[in-house]
T-cell receptor, first 110, second 117 residues
Framework: QKEVEQDPGPLSVPEGAIVSLNCTYS??????FMWYRQYSRKGPELLMYTYSSGNKEDGRFTAQVDKSSKYISLFIRDSQPSDSATYLC??????????FGAGTRLFVKA | GAVVSQHPSRVICKSGTSVKIECRSL??????MFWYRQFPKQSLMLMAT?????????EQGVEKDKFLINHASLTLSTLTVTSAHPEDSSFYIC?????????????FGPGTRLTVT
């Protein structure tokens, strides 16, 4: 079993839709939870991070962490074609080593 | 702020030769940098953790004699793929951390696509 599971998609939605991206994990020691966006042939870009459980909102993006269920989500409201990218969840327990999910490829159709 | 560059962005080399990839933090100092490898449609696989002034820490299964890492300054780390073979062809990405208090905050370079013929 992988430490972090993420559906690779692809996920295709119409412009303006609410997108829900999810990851599950098995290591209860994870405390930091991050979402990265990666455009094709580019390095990942940190979108949001959350420490421990709870919600965090930044513009059209909302990150949720449910440690009891070992489940994290990223919601994108009013999705735009420019949101089309691969979204990677990532987690760490402290220290430096970060474990990444496989990434979900998102396509937002105009 | 928090810009990380990589050079070259793309390199093609012949089997048996060595290739050096540079990773620079342009507007911050990074005591720690990471080197990742990414295959098409797959996630990032950590290869090694590079600490300024000390030996790199390699992940299990990564040959330290093949992937030489040098972190000579707070803004520069290099990865040298020695005696490259076609199976080493991949997308190599580095990241840098501004400081231990923000270890979750990795800033990634744009990546280097290596093709070994």
């Amino acid at each position: 079993q992988k430490e972090v599971e993420q559906d690779p998609g692809p996920l295709s939605v119409p412009e303006g839709a609410i997108v829900s991206l999810n990851c599950t994990y098995s290591n209860s020691a994870f405390q930091y939870f991050m979402w990265y966006r990666q455009y094709s042939r580019k390095g990942p870009e940190l979108l949001m991070y959350t420490y421990s459980s709870g919600n965090k909102e930044d513009g059209r993006f909302t990150a949720q962490v449910d440690k009891s269920s070992k489940y994290i989500s990223l919601f994108i409201r009013d999705s735009q074609p420019s949101d089309s990218a691969t979204y990677l969840c990532a987690m760490m327990s402290g220290g430096f080593k970060t474990i990444f999910g496989a990434g979900t490829r998102l396509f937002v159709k105009a | 702020g928090a810009v990380v560059s990589q050079h070259p962005s793309r390199v093609i080399c012949k089997s048996g030769t060595s290739v050096k990839i540079e990773c620079r933090s342009l507007d911050f100092q990074a005591t720690t940098m990471f080197w990742y490898r990414q295959f098409p449609k797959q996630s990032l696989m950590l290869m090694a953790t590079s600490n300024e002034g000390s030996k790199a820490t390699y992940e299990q299964g990564v040959e330290k004699d093949k992937f030489l890492i040098n972190h000579a300054s707070l803004t520069l780390s290099t990865l040298t793929v020695t005696s490259a073979h076609p199976e080493d062809s991949s997308f190599y990405i580095c990241s840098a951390v501004p400081g231990p208090q923000s270890s979750y905050e990795q800033y990634f370079g744009p990546g280097t696509r290596l093709t070994v013929t």
